[in-house]
């Protein structure tokens, strides 16, 4: 809704992912089912790293985070996505859209420093076994752990700025499930060459550092592989970082073919549909891939339910 003057919208409306009917109600259990596995198999891993102490190191430390992260900003972004799928006006207020936007920001930017992180701990364990617990000690983690929210914090709140200046008119409607840089400056009655230049600088900043940070501590990887000689020693070498290399692949990848591309080589029609990789699959797959990939993270899934069932077995006698 706009004011007289037709300058400041006080409320949007999000167009959700499909205008037609009969899709609505199952995408809505489908995008429900995979929310819900989301929900369960992060919460899930983390209850798991803190529950069992064998996983109390520097690996399964940014899992932790890692999992955190994908739990908030999929909380952030699908729940809003789900009453798309329910309502025929999905209403979000200009204060609701603008948090939704910064947190959304926030774990995503986040999300990416957290695997290079991940990456530059690989490269500890591959490169300097030696020397892992110096590189690698709780200061180091710590450190590398406020850098990660820190660039989070710092992306989210150079997009809020970018964003906070624009004036919508009489036009409300939001193309796409949830409130977005792209399309939200698309809507926007001033945005101009400068808004879309800051988006990208930003998105390159956010995607580009971390890629340089995981392509090189992978260069060193690659290079410590090939020195082993048996090839049971190199296929072991490389197991400890396969899971970590598909999930980079996944959000990498999705990040770079939604924002790091001109609107007339991807309209936003399109680009909604290729968001849903990273806003709703990636954080999905993610605790999928680390655990049924991960022998420890299966061990102490069977260790703690092991406990649960005697637990209970002593709770009934």
């Known amino acids: 809704m706009a004011t007289e003057n037709s300058s400041f919208v006080t409320e949007f409306i999000l167009a959700g992912l499909t205008n037609y009917p009969a899709l609505q109600m199952p995408l809505f259990f489908l995008f429900l089912g995979f929310y819900v596995i989301t929900v369960v198999g992060n919460l899930g ?6 529950l069992n102490s064998h996983l109390h190191i520097p690996m399964y430390f940014f899992l932790f ?3 955190f992260i994908d739990f908030s900003y999929s909380t952030t972004i699908t729940p809003k996505m789900l009453m798309s799928f329910l309502s025929k006006k999905n209403i979000i ?17 986040s999300e990416f420093f957290i695997l290079s992180a991940m ?11 030696l020397m892992y617990t110096v590189t690698m000690s709780p200061q180091v983690c710590l450190f590398l752990l406020l850098g990660v929210y820190g660039m989070g914090f ?9 964003t906070v200046f624009l004036i919508f008119c009489a036009n409300n409607l939001v193309n796409h499930y949830m409130c977005d840089i792209l399309p939200l400056l698309e809507l926007s009655c001033n945005s101009s060459y400068i808004n879309l230049l800051v988006v990208f600088i930003v998105v390159a900043i956010g995607i580009g550092v971390p890629n340089v ?13 090939l020195q082993i000689n048996s090839t049971k020693g190199r296929s072991k070498a490389f197991s400890t970082c396969n899971s970590h290399i598909i999930a980079v692949s996944l959000f990498f990848g999705s990040g770079v073919f939604m924002y790091l591309k001109p609107p007339s080589i991807l309209p936003l029609d399109q680009g909604k549909f290729s968001s849903l990789i990273y806003t709703v699959v990636v954080p999905m797959l993610n605790p999928l891939i ?5 022998k420890d ?10 406990r649960i069932t005697f637990s209970w077995k002593n709770s009934c006698n």
């Not at 990456?119 to 076994?129: Q, S």
């Not at 680390?290 to 991960?294: D, E, V």
């Open 45 to 50: 891993l983390i209850t798991l790293i803190g």
């Open 65 to 67: 985070n890692l999992s």
């Open 93 to 109: 207020s200009y204060v609701g859209c603008m948090t939704q936007f910064f947190f959304f920001c926030f774990f995503v930017f």
């Open 119 to 129: 990456a530059y701990d690989r490269y500890a364990t591959i490169c300097k076994p």
């Open 154 to 162: 710092f992306g989210a709140m150079i997009h809020m700025v970018n």
């Open 213 to 225: 940070t995981i392509f090189i501590s992978y260069g060193f990887i690659l290079f410590s592989i």
């Open 290 to 294: 680390y655990s049924l990939r991960n």
């Open 297 to 306: 993270v299966k061990f102490a899934l069977k260790k703690t339910l092991g």
